[in-house]
């Protein structure tokens, strides 16, 4: 069966997905996907390491930046916004992170707190920097379980948690994963939003495919998936 090769930010892992399967369907073509933080799966694809790539999702920035350099072709098709958001496992207390003051008084509290690792994705940037700007960077340090991506950091939450754990990633890589709940956004001082886009890679043999898959991921049909999976359409 022919493939089509997909490189994709964690963020837009659920929403991939899905498109995937009816992408499947509809076509006969098998869509092979590799998820992972914005950073790694960027190298990745310049690497030209592995199979050929054949369509991406990334930041807006980092697909900008792609198609500057040649590697992406024009134009990128934007799946929308994501925010920021906590997350417990599934059965345990909803803590407050309405202000600045509750988030802070619950990061202190919690036995765990899990994230994507800094150094490689956009939520771990943001959770660094909320942890900074609350002042408790040092007091919480022994506490920080990094994963890399959210999904990962997620998946741990909802399987080995404990009741005071507490995750924090983008809310695409919170709402599709069974076993945790999602508390709520970080307050707004405390966020970045990060627009997520698709393109097509220029060299792809498979361009007309790469770009069937994402007007399936990004056209009209598709915004109340990527609402339901937290994306701002």
Not at 150 to 171: H, K, P, R
């Amino acid at each position: 069966m022919a493939a089509l090769h997909i490189l994709s930010a964690g963020a837009a892992q659920s929403a991939v997905r899905d498109t995937m399967a009816v992408f499947r369907c509809a076509t006969g073509i098998e869509p092979v996907a590799e998820f992972g933080a914005v950073g790694a799966i960027k190298a990745k694809a310049l690497s030209g390491s592995g199979a050929a790539v054949d369509l991406i999702v990334l930041t807006d920035t980092m697909i900008d930046e792609l198609i500057a350099s040649g590697f992406v072709a024009a134009p990128r098709a934007d799946l929308g916004k994501v925010g920021t958001g906590v997350a417990v496992r599934e059965g345990a207390v909803r803590p407050d992170v309405s202000n600045a003051d509750s988030l802070c008084a619950t990061l202190r509290a919690a036995s765990v707190i899990t994230f994507p690792d800094p150094a490689i994705a956009t939520a771990g940037k943001i959770v660094m920097a909320c942890l900074d700007k609350l002042g408790i960077t040092g007091e919480v340090k022994n506490r920080l379980k990094l994963f890399p991506n959210g999904n990962a950091a997620m998946t741990w939450l909802a399987a080995e948690g404990d009741a005071s754990a507490v995750g924090i990633t983008q809310n695409s890589e919170i709402l599709p994963i069974a076993g945790v709940m999602h508390v709520g956004p970080l307050p707004d001082e405390f966020q970045a939003k990060a627009t997520y886009s698709a393109g097509c890679v220029a060299n792809s043999a498979r361009a007309v495919e790469a770009r069937d898959f994402i007007s399936r991921l990004t056209g009209p049909a598709a915004k109340s998936m990527l609402a339901a999976k937290g994306f701002e359409v």
